[in-house]
């Protein structure tokens, strides 16, 4: 029932935590004037990033929209944990990282996600359902070319965190291949409430229909505003889709029709560790961003109290986010990236903080600094969180194409792509020792996961990949037993599970459902050994 779902949700008795009501625009009133579908327009990248996005109050802080789930893919890879001496309490995304509590289909961590996108998703459809595209004058048919890769982000992001993939932790041999429903700008309410999961090829097919029409539509389009896809991010969503469908060919096509079109080189060494601006303004190297104003900001449930250490407000000063210590020791002291967090011997680094030298002693090994208060703010949230968040940088596009690459025309090719762009921009010093296209796609990935922590990027390669996973090593900063699992391939919690509350409105959800990964994996993992 996704569409009454997303306009009003009411609580019921039958379930263990607290559901929402509320209501957004309809298509009518968004067609009411051209002025009103700019607006809705406008509505969509702001909604990406409210607080408090589904319940419309302070439930529960990991609401935070598609920001929010950004954060949730970090700790789902078990790349982010808190700091040491943190208390994990305080860490509302820890469920994403070990799924030792309740993460069932009456979770807060099956009904956010789900609800999140596919209101998400109805923003998008309201545009879209109120333009005739026949009639519509090349002005509106750009704002509908905008709605359309908003559209294409929003399945695809569905798609890769609801379509299960094998795993040795929970059966998923009836539902491998199955994707999401669609809801469209004509589902009615009756549809919604028989709305099956779509086929892998179906939703495939669908969202690169949908880039199609914004390829179109944007073909003109100079990106002035990155609140906003341009031309280049719609050639980036189509080379993401294509490598999660395992199109290689078409991945390196599109991966580098990306970087040609957007044309700016990547992120500085300057600019990435910058104390005032680091992550928090937008730089040539981003195509897409997010961002906050005061109306959709608290001092709670806002990205930059969630991610970097040094804002004194919000939960990050309490859990010191922090990057896995294995992933750390794989980068290089001549990759400038390691910078990003703080080295047991600080004496390796002329470390900088908006916070001073002493604020710096005083914490711990492997906390992050990569994502800064904006202007340096620290103590004031309305200025210091008001930052640009990456949706997308041209960085992603290099090592897309160079796995793609590797696929279609052996490893070596790909390992040539791979040095290519860290040694011109990231270490001068990098030389990939991959033996074989397994050894180098899990180099690659490893590559992705450092360039983008925190941005979650890399979740969807990881999940097609399936790496494997390892959280208990000799010298883990895994902050408990809960979090020190072994995972062979993918982590069961890779396959978010549907919430219980739209399948009792969609039954022919409920046969298809994912399996429960709650308990699935419990820590501690044998040291070194996958469970």
């Known amino acids: 029932m996704l569409m009454a779902a997303v306009a009003s949700l009411a609580t019921t008795g039958c379930v263990d935590e607290t559901f929402p009501e509320g209501g957004t625009a309809t298509q009518e009133q968004v067609g009411a004037s051209a002025a009103a579908l700019e607006s809705s327009l406008r509505g969509i990248p702001t909604q990406m990033s409210q607080g408090y996005f589904v319940y419309g109050d302070q439930v529960h802080e990991t609401d935070m929209s598609y920001a929010g789930l950004i954060i949730a893919q970090a700790e789902m890879l078990g790349d982010m944990y808190v700091g040491k001496g943190a208390n994990t309490g305080y860490d509302w995304y820890s469920n994403y990282n070990n799924f030792s509590r309740s993460y069932n289909d009456n979770s807060y961590f099956s009904y956010l996600p789900w609800f999140s996108m596919y209101k998400l998703v109805k923003g998008c459809n309201d545009v879209i359902g109120a333009v005739d595209m026949e009639t519509a004058s090349e002005s509106v048919k750009e704002v509908a070319g905008k709605a359309y890769a908003y559209r294409a982000l929003d399945y695809f992001t569905l798609m890769y965190l609801f379509e299960p993939k094998a795993n040795k932790y929970t059966d998923c041999s009836k539902v491998l291949g199955l994707t999401v429903p669609f809801v469209l700008p004509t589902t009615t309410v009756e549809q919604g409430m028989n709305t099956p999961r779509v086929p892998h090829d179906e939703m495939v097919a669908f969202i690169l229909s949908d880039l199609d029409i914004a390829e179109e539509c944007l073909a003109n389009n100079v990106q002035n505003d990155k609140l906003y896809p341009s031309l280049a991010c719609v050639y980036g969503l189509k080379a993401r889709v294509y490598m999660w469908d395992e199109d290689f060919e078409n991945a390196a096509k599109y991966a580098r029709m990306a970087i040609d079109t957007h044309a700016q080189i990547p992120t500085t060494e300057a600019q990435w560790l910058d104390v005032n601006t680091g992550f928090n303004t937008e730089v040539q190297s981003w195509m897409w961003k997010m961002g906050y104003s005061a109306e959709n900001m608290g001092n709670l449930c806002n990205w930059t109290g969630w991610m970097s250490a040094e804002a004194d407000w919000g939960y990050s000063s309490l859990t010191m986010p922090s990057i896995d210590r294995a992933l750390y020791d794989h980068i290089s002291y001549t990759d400038f990236r390691k910078y990003t967090f703080l080295d047991p011997d600080r004496s390796v680094y002329n470390y900088k903080s908006c916070r001073g030298q002493e604020w710096l002693d005083g914490m711990p090994e492997y906390v992050s600094i990569k994502f800064r208060c904006k202007d340096g703010d620290y103590q004031t949230y309305s200025i210091g969180a008001l930052a640009d968040i990456p949706l997308m940088r041209v960085e992603e596009f ?123 994996v419990v820590g501690p993992s044998p040291v070194g050994q996958y469970s």
């Open 398 to 520: 290099y090592f897309i194409e160079a796995e793609a690459v590797a696929q279609t025309k052996g490893f070596a090719e790909g390992v040539k792509l791979l040095n290519s762009f860290m040694t011109q921009y990231r270490d001068p010093n990098y030389n990939c020792k991959a033996t074989d296209l397994r050894s180098f796609q899990i180099e690659n990935l490893m590559q992705m996961r450092i360039e983008f922590w925190g941005e979650g990027v890399a979740f969807p390669m990881a999940k097609r990949i399936a790496p494997g996973f390892m959280q208990n090593y000799e010298g883990t900063n895994a902050p408990g037993d809960a979090f020190k699992i072994n995972c062979e391939g993918i982590k069961p919690n890779f396959n978010l599970v549907i919430p219980r509350f739209e399948y009792e409105s969609n039954p022919i959800l409920k046969e298809t459902n994912n399996p429960d990964p709650t308990k699935a």
